[in-house]
């Protein structure tokens, strides 16, 4: 079973664990502060209340007795300099108020002013002559009713005049300054919590995290084929223990992959080499190869390939290829081949020439030994390769860093490639000179083919371009005409709807100042059904104005297709030319006798601005979605697939293509395309329709526009009985991609007008 894992490494969660107990502990300890902060406050406030109203209550009775309405009031003023006083007033027995520290309330019926709802709890302790102290409002607010004897008759053994004294205190600000102080204790904590996480955040760091992740990143590179990497952690605990024995276990299997890599890439290169040698054809190539391969067999520092050349009585040895390290590259570009006389003489015999140690050798002659010891050579290994054609060709193996003793394997080595070399070399020189002569003939035909096909283009274009060119002109003019009675009733319809308002509330101005009306002009609104009218009108004005909008849409679709014959580039946006094109054939696409109708289905991602031939990109859209139509028609034996299960659609997608392109992809799921007709799908004159119904230029115009005219792509994806799709790639800067590919064309001395094949795929 898989071992399960702590989601979060132990450095972030045990300071968070910490901090979250900290946190609740912070929050069991506010709500606790708080709740006896709060009790703390309304005790007190209760026995302050009720202290204050006994007193109050008291001197009230007192200073009544004598008469001191005065006395009275100054007793009740100064209750207002407790700020937690919210008001207190003194009712007598029929409910007035008589004092009060709010002075609007005085002289005041109790049951017009706010302190209505007290009626019944001042009546109840007026009859029963006991005070009250209680907290109300949520606990926030403390209220005492006390009795106040105002005066009794001699001999009354119940006062017959009470009234109540009302004393009210505001609890809210004391219980908002306990939360504060108690919030503020709560952080205090909280700040401790966070300094003592940090302090084991840091102490993890420092003493595990980072040692662990060490070993952890070390693990990773090692997995990743970074065998030299060691952790070299010291120390004496686990950490430091695992560390050394990670080393130690990566010092072993380097050890042994670099053993079984040396051996598997000499066996895998002579096998690429002796592949690469047999079968390629081309000499340059298989030269390269050759020295390359060489050089990482033997693991030397440099590897050439010379050709012996004669001519007349010059001899020479001529470099045709080499491989070395690129940082010896300018220390060993001089190779004093034709100073070496002796050295000469070795490389053009049979046998192998070695040399093991410039210093102590004496194969060669002093002045040959000098001249190499010179230019930093030490060892040597040659052997010459003879070929069908009697040419000879020298392989050299070098080494200039280090001495080197040639085994013997590398010697025997040495001779079996040279010997498939011979023959590679002599197949390469056969298979180029067949090659020039069927290049020569093949060079004559595609001349010729290239000189009907632009004939048959330049026909074809020059056809539909004066039949477009025609119909632009049509277009452009039916738009304009069409555009200036559709501009006139289109500005006049806010008019007209601006002038039924005002009649319309003309009417309701009518009907609400003679309700009664009269007789004639009654039975004429019933029968004119005045308010449907009224209800209906302003939607037929509404449908009116939609109608005119519509058309203005045609118009300035037209408009934009009419474009066909415009010839410089211009920046568009290519969804436009699009839902041009959608709107010209929208006629097509509603229903017909034989299928329903066809939906449109629009894709379209964000692509910047294209600087192209427009109405030359507009046809193109014309004649694939228009062929997509005829396809979709022609489906007469799944009338009742396609209604039920399948409705017949295109789908038109925009995107942008990795190589800066933008796609636009046209696909129908109509019956698709035979492999037969694909291959053929752009050739001039092509068609599959009867005669009359298309002349086989749409396509192949298309295709021209595409890759010519704009030096895109125009691709053809259909599967029988699945549907066909038109992937049209368009650089986003077409100007300087033409541009490009004429001055390539005209460097090779082709025709600046880049022809290529069509791209068809199953």
């Given at each position: 079973m898989?071992?399960?894992h702590f989601?979060?490494?132990?450095?972030?969660s045990?300071?968070?664990?910490?901090?979250?107990?900290g946190?609740?502990?912070?929050a069991?300890?506010?709500?606790?502060?708080?709740?006896y902060?709060?009790?703390?406050a309304?005790?007190?406030?209760?026995?302050e209340?009720?202290?204050?109203?006994?007193?109050?209550?008291s001197s009230l009775e007192?200073?009544f007795?004598k008469?001191?309405v005065?006395?009275a009031?100054?007793?009740v003023?100064?209750l207002?300099?407790?700020?937690?006083?919210?008001?207190?007033a003194?009712?007598?027995?029929k409910?007035?108020?008589l004092?009060?520290?709010?002075?609007?309330l005085?002289?005041?019926p109790?049951?017009?002013?706010?302190l209505?709802p007290?009626?019944?709890?001042v009546q109840?302790?007026?009859?029963?002559l006991?005070?009250?102290?209680?907290?109300?409002?949520g606990n926030?607010v403390?209220?005492?009713?006390y009795p106040?004897?105002l005066g009794?008759k001699q001999?009354?053994?119940r006062?017959?005049?009470?009234?109540?004294?009302?004393?009210?205190y505001?609890?809210?600000?004391v219980?908002?300054?306990?939360?504060?102080?108690?919030?503020?204790?709560?952080?205090e904590?909280?700040?401790v919590?966070?300094?003592l996480?940090?302090g084991?955040?840091?102490?993890?760091?420092r003493t595990?995290?980072?040692?662990?992740?060490?070993l952890?990143?070390?693990s990773?590179?090692?997995?990743?084929?970074?065998?030299?990497?060691r952790?070299?952690?010291s120390?004496?605990?686990?950490?430091?223990?695992?560390s050394?024995?990670f080393?130690?276990m990566?010092?072993?299997?380097q050890?042994?992959?670099?053993?079984?890599?040396?051996?598997?890439?000499?066996?895998?290169?002579?096998?690429?080499?002796?592949a690469?040698?047999?079968e390629?054809?081309?000499?340059?190539q298989?030269?390269n190869?050759?020295?390359q391969?060489?050089?990482?067999?033997?693991?030397?520092?440099?590897?050439?390939?010379?050709?012996?050349?004669?001519?007349?009585e010059i001899?020479?040895?001529k470099?045709s290829?080499?491989s070395?390290?690129i940082?010896?590259?300018t220390k060993l570009s001089?190779?004093?081949?034709q100073e070496l006389?002796?050295?000469?003489?070795?490389f053009?015999?049979?046998e192998i020439?070695?040399?093991?140690?410039?210093e102590?050798d004496?194969q060669l002659?002093?002045?040959?030994?000098?001249l190499?010891?010179?230019?930093g050579?030490k060892?040597?290994?040659?052997?010459a390769?003879?070929t069908?054609s009697?040419?000879?060709?020298?392989?050299?193996c070098?080494?200039?860093?280090?001495?080197?003793?040639w085994?013997?394997d590398?010697v025997e080595l040495l001779a079996t490639?040279?010997d498939?070399?011979?023959i590679?070399?002599?197949?390469?020189?056969?298979?180029?000179s067949?090659r020039?002569?069927?290049g020569?003939?093949?060079?004559?035909?595609?001349?010729?083919?290239n000189?009907l096909?632009?004939?048959q283009q330049?026909?074809?274009?020059?056809i539909?371009?004066e039949?477009?060119s025609?119909?632009?002109?049509?277009?452009?003019?039916v738009?304009?005409?069409i555009?200036?009675?559709?501009?006139?009733?289109y500005?006049?319809?806010?008019?007209?709807?601006?002038?039924?308002?005002?009649?319309?509330?003309?009417?309701?101005?009518?009907e609400?100042?003679?309700?009664e009306?009269?007789?004639?002009?009654?039975?004429?609104?019933?029968?004119?059904d005045?308010p449907f009218?009224?209800e209906?009108?302003?939607?037929?004005?509404?449908?009116?104005?939609?109608?005119?909008?519509r058309?203005?849409?045609?118009?300035?679709s037209?408009?934009d297709f009419?474009?066909?014959?415009?010839?410089e580039?211009k920046?568009?946006?290519?969804?436009?030319?699009?839902?041009?094109?959608?709107?010209?054939?929208?006629?097509r696409?509603k229903n017909?006798s034989?299928?329903?109708?066809?939906?449109v289905i629009?894709?379209?991602?964000?692509?910047?601005?294209?600087?192209?031939?427009?109405?030359?990109?507009n046809?193109?859209f014309?004649?694939?979605i228009?062929n997509?139509i005829?396809?979709?028609?022609?489906?007469?034996?799944?009338?009742?697939?396609?209604?039920?299960?399948?409705?017949?659609q295109?789908?038109i997608?925009t995107?942008l293509?990795d190589?800066?392109?933008?796609r636009i992809?046209?696909r129908?799921?109509?019956?698709?395309?035979p492999?037969?007709?694909?291959?053929?799908l752009f050739d001039?004159?092509?068609?599959?329709?009867?005669i009359?119904?298309g002349?086989?230029l749409?396509?192949?115009?298309s295709y021209q526009?595409?890759?010519e005219?704009?030096a895109?792509?125009?691709?053809c994806?259909?599967?029988?009985?699945e549907?066909?799709?038109?992937?049209i790639?368009?650089?986003?800067?077409v100007?300087q991609?033409?541009?490009?590919?004429q001055?390539?064309?005209?460097?090779?001395?082709?025709s600046?007008?880049?022809?290529?094949?069509?791209?068809?795929?199953?």
């Amino acid at each position: 079973m898989p071992t399960k894992h702590f989601p979060l490494p132990l450095r972030f969660s045990i300071p968070m664990v910490l901090v979250l107990f900290g946190g609740l502990i912070s929050a069991f300890s506010f709500q606790r502060e708080v709740a006896y902060s709060n009790s703390r406050a309304e005790r007190q406030t209760l026995a302050e209340a009720k202290f204050a109203a006994d007193q109050t209550s008291s001197s009230l009775e007192y200073l009544f007795r004598k008469g001191d309405v005065e006395g009275a009031n100054l007793v009740v003023s100064k209750l207002g300099g407790n700020q937690m006083l919210r008001f207190a007033a003194l009712v007598d027995e029929k409910d007035q108020i008589l004092l009060s520290t709010k002075y609007e309330l005085r002289d005041s019926p109790i049951q017009q002013t706010p302190l209505r709802p007290l009626v019944p709890a001042v009546q109840k302790v007026r009859y029963s002559l006991a005070g009250e102290t209680f907290l109300t409002e949520g606990n926030n607010v403390v209220r005492s009713i006390y009795p106040v004897t105002l005066g009794a008759k001699q001999g009354e053994i119940r006062p017959s005049k009470v009234g109540s004294l009302v004393i009210e205190y505001d609890l809210t600000e004391v219980k908002q300054r306990a939360n504060s102080n108690a919030l503020q204790r709560s952080m205090e904590s909280t700040v401790v919590l966070v300094l003592l996480s940090i302090g084991v955040w840091f102490l993890f760091e420092r003493t595990v995290t980072r040692r662990a992740h060490l070993l952890e990143r070390t693990s990773e590179q090692f997995a990743q084929g970074n065998l030299g990497v060691r952790t070299e952690l010291s120390g004496s605990d686990e950490i430091a223990q695992i560390s050394s024995a990670f080393d130690r276990m990566a010092e072993r299997i380097q050890i042994n992959q670099q053993e079984l890599k040396n051996l598997a890439d000499r066996r895998a290169l002579f096998n690429q080499l002796a592949a690469q040698i047999r079968e390629s054809l081309e000499l340059d190539q298989v030269l390269n190869t050759s020295v390359q391969a060489i050089r990482q067999l033997f693991n030397i520092d440099r590897c050439k390939f010379l050709w012996y050349q004669v001519d007349g009585e010059i001899k020479e040895f001529k470099l045709s290829c080499v491989s070395t390290d690129i940082s010896q590259a300018t220390k060993l570009s001089y190779y004093p081949i034709q100073e070496l006389p002796t050295l000469q003489e070795k490389f053009l015999k049979p046998e192998i020439f070695r040399l093991d140690n410039l210093e102590t050798d004496q194969q060669l002659s002093e002045a040959d030994r000098g001249l190499l010891l010179m230019n930093g050579f030490k060892s040597l290994l040659c052997t010459a390769v003879h070929t069908h054609s009697n040419g000879i060709g020298i392989i050299v193996c070098e080494h200039f860093q280090n001495q080197h003793t040639w085994s013997d394997d590398e010697v025997e080595l040495l001779a079996t490639v040279a010997d498939q070399l011979a023959i590679a070399i002599s197949q390469a020189d056969l298979y180029q000179s067949s090659r020039n002569s069927a290049g020569t003939a093949a060079m004559q035909a595609n001349k010729l083919q290239n000189t009907l096909a632009e004939l048959q283009q330049t026909q074809a274009q020059l056809i539909h371009t004066e039949k477009m060119s025609s119909l632009g002109q049509l277009v452009a003019g039916v738009a304009h005409e069409i555009n200036n009675p559709v501009s006139f009733i289109y500005g006049n319809l806010e008019c007209a709807k601006d002038y039924l308002d005002n009649l319309l509330f003309l009417v309701d101005l009518y009907e609400k100042s003679y309700p009664e009306g009269n007789s004639t002009i009654t039975t004429f609104t019933e029968r004119m059904d005045l308010p449907f009218v009224i209800e209906d009108f302003p939607k037929l004005m509404e449908s009116m104005k939609m109608g005119a909008e519509r058309i203005r849409q045609i118009v300035l679709s037209l408009r934009d297709f009419s474009r066909l014959d415009e010839a410089e580039y211009k920046t568009v946006n290519i969804h436009d030319g699009l839902d041009s094109t959608v709107m010209m054939l929208k006629h097509r696409l509603k229903n017909q006798s034989d299928r329903g109708e066809i939906g449109v289905i629009r894709e379209y991602r964000e692509i910047p601005p294209i600087t192209c031939h427009a109405g030359q990109l507009n046809q193109v859209f014309m004649n694939i979605i228009a062929n997509a139509i005829d396809a979709i028609d022609e489906q007469h034996n799944r009338r009742q697939r396609e209604a039920d299960n399948d409705p017949v659609q295109i789908t038109i997608e925009t995107s942008l293509t990795d190589d800066e392109h933008a796609r636009i992809s046209i696909r129908d799921n109509g019956p698709g395309i035979p492999e037969t007709v694909k291959q053929k799908l752009f050739d001039p004159f092509f068609t599959t329709k009867e005669i009359g119904k298309g002349t086989g230029l749409g396509l192949s115009i298309s295709y021209q526009i595409v890759t010519e005219k704009h030096a895109g792509r125009l691709v053809c994806l259909s599967t029988v009985g699945e549907g066909t799709e038109f992937q049209i790639d368009i650089p986003l800067n077409v100007e300087q991609q033409v541009k490009e590919r004429q001055q390539a064309a005209a460097a090779l001395g082709e025709s600046p007008v880049i022809s290529q094949e069509p791209a068809i795929s199953p």
